[in-house]
């Protein structure tokens, strides 16, 4: 996984798949995506995260390349070099920190990835607030294969195993499961939270992230962000990409049972 400073969803997806996982790894960076520089938010908070310590590697990338998105493929590829010690049957995760598969659905990918194929849960999307989300259930994300499947058919390198998704999610919307996209996924298996923290995380958010158009106004203008989170309008200006309600009960149950500590976040 990538981090940039979300301590919040790191501990949600860290506990939320605990008994599922063996071992975690997780890299930072010392510029953002955007390019700006920044401090390393891991090793100070490393208490909040004492009950994964023990299996979790850390890996820093001090020294990021010029462009934008070769930096994002820098920090991502720091993770492929640490699987290089990965059995072939071992199962591997690839997915973004906001990116949290439900381990409810765990054997239903186990058994996917074990076929070798590239088990791809849709993912519930909560969009400014974990009040909201969409009405679908979102095609990309987080995927789970074996370590024998990401080298056969991706050469290791978790960079092209997450990149090609870009080119298969037309056909997907479309109904037409695709060669990364099986069509017996099940669906709603998991969460992806995007944008959260109120006017303060988005704009954070948007000035870190490599899609620079989108620091600009409106979009990283308070006002706009907080008509945004209150009715739930797309944040992008998409007519079509209109929120519902989200069931709070629906909501990972780590969330829920330590609500007083991630209220802020709804």
Same mark, same amino acid.
């Given at each position: 996984m990538q981090f940039r400073d979300e301590l919040e969803l790191l501990e949600i997806k860290l $506990?939320? &798949?605990? $008994? #599922?996982?063996? +071992?975690?790894v997780l890299s930072e960076a010392r510029l953002t995506h955007a390019g700006q520089p920044k401090p390393l938010h891991f =090793? =100070?908070?490393k208490k909040r995260f004492s009950p994964w310590l023990g299996k979790l590697t850390y890996l820093v990338d001090s020294d990021p390349p010029e462009d934008a998105w070769a930096r994002e493929q820098r920090q991502r590829r @720091?993770? /492929?070099d640490a699987l290089g010690r990965a059995d072939d049957d071992d199962l591997v995760m690839v997915s973004d920190l906001d990116e949290v598969p439900d381990p409810q659905h765990w054997d239903a990918l #186990? +058994? @996917?990835a074990r076929a070798g194929g590239v088990a791809t849960p849709r993912l519930t999307m909560h969009v400014l607030g974990l009040r909201w989300r969409w009405p679908e259930t979102w095609p990309g994300g987080a995927r789970l294969v074996t370590a024998r499947t990401l080298r056969g058919s991706y050469g290791g390198d978790v960079n092209v195993l997450f990149g090609t998704y870009n080119q298969d999610v037309g056909a997907l919307w479309a109904g037409d499961g695709s060669r990364l996209y099986g069509p017996e996924r099940p669906p709603g298996a998991g969460w992806h939270f995007s944008h959260l923290g109120g006017v303060e995380g988005v704009q954070t958010k948007l000035g870190a $992230?490599? %899609?620079?158009?989108?620091?600009? %106004? =409106? *979009?990283?203008d308070r006002e *706009? @962000?907080?008509?945004?989170i209150e009715s739930g309008d797309?944040? &992008?200006?998409?007519p079509e990409r209109r929120q519902e309600p989200a069931p709070i009960e629906q909501l990972p149950p780590y969330v &829920? /049972?330590?609500?007083g500590r991630f209220k802020h976040l709804w």
């Open positions: $506990a939320t &798949l605990d $008994a #599922v996982t063996d +071992e975690w =090793p =100070p908070n @720091i993770l /492929s #186990v +058994e @996917i $992230a490599g %899609h620079l158009q989108f620091n600009t %106004h =409106p *979009y990283n *706009y @962000i907080e008509r945004c797309d944040l &992008l200006g998409r &829920l /049972s330590n609500w």
